[in-house]
């Protein structure tokens, strides 16, 4: 009686070491083997890459939008005086900031006046946002704190105004520069309202790290702003800053009780939530049809196996008469497809880390041999490709690519397994 051996000992090992090295004229299949572990190497590698991309993409998008915005915005609802003319006029707004400010979780709050210009220079002009906001206030903005292609002194912020880069791009303006900003709500006159013109000098050219912000913001003073806006005594709206954006819904019901009467809220999410819905689906797609890519590398394996068992009949044939058992047939052949899959994905995911770390050289030399003008910031909104690399990014796709490679295996392993030694040597 045979006596049985352990699953996967050392000879199985051995022979399907021996098989996967064999050359095509010993009855091996190495072409087929360096095409499944290429197919499977590319596929593990455009997996890890576009999930690093993708990753990097919304970390940027998130944290530029946290970074310059405000996470939640405070208003008040529309109010009628005596004269019945409407506004959404904050006049309370110190006492409102003060209150919103001793709520758990919010770090800080800012009274804000926000009004739409026209910035004019040297025959140029554009159409700007400007936000009127204490300097204090200002230098707290993540983005404006941290920045490090910012030009000018923002310690100067009292005495003119702070302008994107795109803007000053546009305009062809530098530090020290004038702008005129022309409103069209201006002074009120017994015959109307007429345009109201100022010339400021620009202290400060930022970079909030989004085109759609750079092209468009001015930071103006406060108090200069209160006056040139017409709001006298009163503010647009709150900005509040909280310790943990994402759960900011959590706060809601506090900061409207803090806000009093009459409070509206506006976060982050109310603004940017359906283009982050858009990107879930965009990533959910994109994982989908990644993995059939996976998986059609890992079907190679299949015909490798299938080719190696056909012209290994005979050897079949003689270790089953030698006393191997049809399991240990089917774990040689599994090893024989298994190792081509974890070759496959260990050479996958260190390219794709590899691309994930090193993509701004990488990005740099395509953006350079395509004569540049590959990525557009108008278009995407942020100025560089990013990648972010995560580890639960990475362990679904090795998970995955090994999940398939095994499974895959099993089948032309067994057909190997199940062959009968007789017809295998029948004309040998």
């Known amino acids: 009686m045979a006596q049985k051996t352990a699953p996967f000992a050392p000879f199985e090992w051995m022979i399907a070491w021996r098989y996967l090295r064999a050359r095509r004229a010993e009855g091996g299949v190495s ?12 596929a593990v590698f455009a997996l890890i890459a576009t999930l690093a991309v993708r990753s990097g993409f919304r970390a940027e998008f998130v944290d530029t939008i946290l970074g310059a915005n405000a996470h939640v915005t405070v208003y008040s609802a529309v109010q009628a005086d005596a004269q019945g003319r409407t506004s959404r006029l904050i006049t309370d707004y110190d006492e409102r900031a003060a209150r919103i400010a001793d709520v758990p979780g919010v770090t800080r709050v800012a009274p804000l006046v926000k009004g739409q210009v026209l910035a004019s220079t040297a025959g140029r002009s554009a159409g700007v946002e400007v936000f009127g906001i204490a300097a204090e206030d200002l230098m707290s ?16 912020f009292g005495e003119g105004i702070a302008v994107g880069s795109i803007i000053a791009r546009d305009l062809g303006i530098e530090i020290g520069d004038r702008i005129k900003l022309i409103s069209p709500e201006g002074v009120r006159t ?53 310790e943990d954006p994402d759960r900011v819904e959590e706060l809601a019901p506090a900061l409207m009780q803090a806000g009093g009467e009459g409070t509206l809220l506006w976060s982050w999410r109310d603004a940017s939530g359906s283009f982050l819905r858009a990107l879930d689906i965009e990533d959910n797609v994109m994982f989908v049809i990644l993995s059939i890519l996976v998986l059609i590398a890992t079907m190679n394996i299949v015909s490798g196996l299938i080719m190696l068992v056909k012209n290994k009949g005979r050897d079949i044939g003689i270790l089953r008469t030698m006393g191997l058992t049809e399991g240990s047939i089917l774990r040689v052949f599994f090893i024989c497809g298994a190792l081509v899959g974890v070759f496959g994905t260990i050479f996958g995911t260190i390219l794709g880390c590899l691309f994930a770390i090193y993509i701004d050289p990488i990005f740099s030399f395509v953006n350079a ?4 003008g590959v990525w557009d910031p108008s278009i995407r909104g942020i100025y560089q490709l990013p990648a972010q690399l995560r580890l639960a990014d990475v362990l679904s796709a090795v998970s995955l690519s ?23 040597l029948r004309y040998e």
């Open 31 to 42: 072409a087929m083997t360096w095409i499944s572990l290429i197919g499977i190497t590319l």
């Open 369 to 372: 041999v395509a004569g540049g």
């Open 141 to 156: 903005l993540p983005r404006m704190r941290d920045a490090e292609d910012a030009r000018g002194d923002l310690g100067r």
């Open 402 to 424: 090994l999940g398939l490679s095994f499974v895959v295996t099993i089948f032309p392993a067994r057909r190997a397994a199940r062959m009968n030694p007789v017809e295998a």
């Open 190 to 242: 017994a015959f109307g309202t007429s345009p109201r013109v100022n010339s400021y000098e620009v202290v400060q050219i930022f970079s909030m790290g989004r085109y759609d912000i750079d092209r468009t913001r001015v930071y103006m003073p406060f108090a200069e702003a209160q006056s040139y806006f017409n709001r006298e005594g009163g503010a647009d709206e709150l900005e509040v800053l909280v």
